[in-house]
């Protein structure tokens, strides 16, 4: 009886995990655009060849507070604003991004105030503003500062407006702009000054008005003098942008008309020299949804790159960018007083081998580091979801390797979920193969359930019938592993499929490749073998520790003494159900342990990251810089 009540309520625990985690991902869906909805107003243009955009992922908890901005410049050092949980006190705190990773110092109170914001330059010359933190005073405050490595030294607070919700940005040139909301309605307000470094003070220009009905207002301004506004309808649930041009002369913007871009709340945005927009902004409503956009100027206008791609969860985000990385900040969802901070490389994702082929193109595939998607086809809303991108939009956010699981009707399935059809699959990757991408991907075929040769026969074809010429045919002599990135991409993109089990090898095909896993009884016969053995584990720790082991351990030597050619890193937990949920943890983290890696003592590396919801561990960030690095 006591054994039948255990069962009883741990199918009741697990039901709940699978309808919460499904119910969470539904929520973060809601405002995902599709190809028959509104979201959108403006009409977004097709991807430029100077393509690039931000995977700011799952962020990490890095002080307590609320109210928080952020500033960057060209050396990667950073300084952060925020107002106390609990008192009217505002703090700084300065970081360094290192390997995408953020290395903070500690928090400094600065003043006391509300509503910080804060702008800084390639010359460490800093600008903050903030709001007065009496009921009885409505007065705009600023302070001026030099930033050295670990800290900020300001000059005295200056009065120079009244008002609510203001922002702040700074150039090269000195020249700072500050937006503001007026105290008692809903009027936007602008002013241009220029900084003088040496008495840290700003010579201000006439406040203008630019607006009868905003909030929330954020501007980012680049070397060129090109200004670009956001802010959120005070009713709508709507966030509009205008461009504008800066006399430096009269201190004044010639402002273009405002254009409603997106639904959402408390927008944020930076601009970079070549007109690169990268803004952030909350879900309207209830949601603590955290979205980001991509886009670059056209003259008066904002063509957008790549629109409402959910990152995260919280409130009040905030961006600031430099060439190379951008950093996001924001507040913690609901009653949290936390606050979570994030980076992305600035690049194309989904051309990025070919983009570094100068660090891996004389390198073998054992001696590269490629991102991974477990599971990869279950992308469909399920309680059997491991990703949230089909395999095209996988492909175009970097992932290069998948593992795709059918069954005897060439569905993908994990578990008893169904998945999409081996055709879409298929599909997807011509699709995106016909792009002109010289990318190596790779689709290894596992785990077949309910098959026969009959099946096994009709996989094959639709593969090579599919994808014909992209398949890899190996003329070299040499084992896969062994094989330079420039001689699998010396003639263009290829595809290259692994198959487990003994049907590759009964009905041997060129192109169609034995896998084998490093455990096998016999590894003699793979084409390719991976050392690939997950934790089994829920608690991110625990798997780490485990995967971090085996790692170290890794010899390049499979279970038979044959050759093991690769370490693929399962950076998974493994809940019976509701992935999402658990696998935050281990997605967060990614990047900061991967920074700490280095080859082992057998002079191997991690060469597969392997990961549930790619997107929001920066996989492909961490692969990209660890090329580079080994």
């Not at 904002?302 to 430099?322: C, K, L, Q, R």
């Not at 949290?336 to 983009?355: R, V």
Request: charged share 20%; with cysteine.
């Amino acid at each position: 009886m006591i054994k039948s009540l255990k069962s009883i309520y741990l199918n009741r625990y697990i039901l709940f995990l699978s309808i919460l985690s499904v119910i969470s991902m539904s929520c973060r869906k809601s405002e995902i655009p599709s190809g028959n909805n509104n979201h959108v107003v403006q009409k977004t243009v097709a991807n430029p060849t100077e393509y690039k955009d931000v995977q700011f992922g799952l962020s990490t908890f890095y002080d307590n507070g609320n109210s928080t901005d952020v500033a960057m410049n060209k050396y990667n050092r950073i300084v952060e604003v925020h107002k106390s949980q609990g008192a009217n006190t505002i703090w700084y705190r300065v970081g360094n991004l290192y390997r995408n990773h953020i290395n903070w110092g500690s928090s400094k109170q600065y003043d006391t105030g509300i509503s910080p914001t804060v702008a800084a330059n390639d010359n460490n010359v800093v600008v903050e503003i903030h709001k007065s933190h009496s009921w009885f005073s409505s007065g705009l405050w600023y302070h001026v500062g030099t930033l050295y490595s670990s800290s900020v030294v300001f000059g005295g607070s200056h009065k120079f407006d009244s008002g609510s919700d203001p922002c702040v940005a700074l150039n090269n040139n000195n020249v700072v702009v500050e937006v503001h909301k007026s105290q008692g309605n809903y009027g936007l307000w602008y002013h241009v000054g220029i900084v003088n470094p040496t008495t840290k003070t700003i010579s201000w220009g006439k406040s203008y008005k630019y607006d009868n009905g905003g909030m929330n207002p954020s501007i980012a301004i680049n070397n060129n003098n090109i200004a670009v506004e956001v802010h959120q309808a005070p009713t709508s649930g709507r966030v509009w942008y205008r461009v504008g041009r800066i006399d430096t002369r009269s201190k004044t913007i010639n402002w273009s008309n405002s254009v409603n871009y997106q639904s959402g709340a408390q927008p944020d945005v930076t601009l970079l020299d070549d007109g690169t927009v990268i803004e952030v902004h909350a879900s309207e409503g209830l949601n603590d949804n955290l979205w980001r956009m991509m886009g670059k100027v056209n003259g008066n206008r904002i063509d957008w790159t790549s629109v409402g791609e959910y990152f995260d969860d919280g409130t009040n985000p905030s961006v600031t960018a430099n060439n190379i990385s951008a950093v996001q900040t924001h507040d913690g969802e609901g009653l949290s007083t936390g606050l979570f901070a994030s980076s992305s490389l600035i690049t194309d994702h989904s051309n990025w081998m070919h983009n570094i082929m100068g660090h891996i193109g004389n390198k073998p595939l054992n001696d590269i580091v490629v991102p991974g998607s477990h599971d990869a086809a279950m992308y469909d809303l399920s309680f059997g979801q491991t990703q949230d991108h089909n395999i095209y939009n996988q492909l175009k956010g970097g992932v290069r390797y998948f593992d795709l699981r059918p069954n005897g009707n060439l569905n993908m399935y994990h578990g008893p979920v169904t998945g999409p059809h081996v055709d879409a699959i298929l599909s997807n990757v011509k699709s995106f193969m016909d792009e002109g991408r010289n990318e190596l991907v790779m689709l290894k075929f596992s785990h077949f359930k309910d098959f026969n040769s009959e099946v096994y026969k009709s996989l094959v074809n639709k593969i090579k019938n599919k994808l014909g010429d992209y398949l890899y045919v190996n003329n070299t002599g040499k084992r896969l592993g062994d094989i330079t990135m420039n001689e699998y991409l010396n003639d263009g993109g290829k595809v290259l499929i692994f198959m487990d089990g003994s049907f590759p090898v009964t009905y041997r095909e060129d192109g169609i490749y034995v896998y084998r896993d490093n455990y096998n009884s016999v590894c003699t016969d793979g084409d390719i073998v991976l050392y690939d053995s997950y934790s089994d584990m829920k608690n991110y720790e625990s798997m780490r520790d485990d995967q971090l082991q085996k790692f170290q351990r890794f010899n390049g030597v499979a279970n038979d003494g044959s050759t093991a050619d690769m370490f693929l890193l399962s950076w998974t937990v493994t809940p019976i159900t509701g992935v999402w949920l658990f696998c935050k943890g281990a997605n967060a983290n990614l990047m900061y342990e991967m920074n700490k890696i280095q080859r082992n003592r057998y002079g191997k590396i991690p060469n597969i990251l392997y990961v549930d919801f790619y997107e929001y561990a920066r996989v492909t960030d961490a692969s990209i810089i660890m090329n580079k690095r080994f």
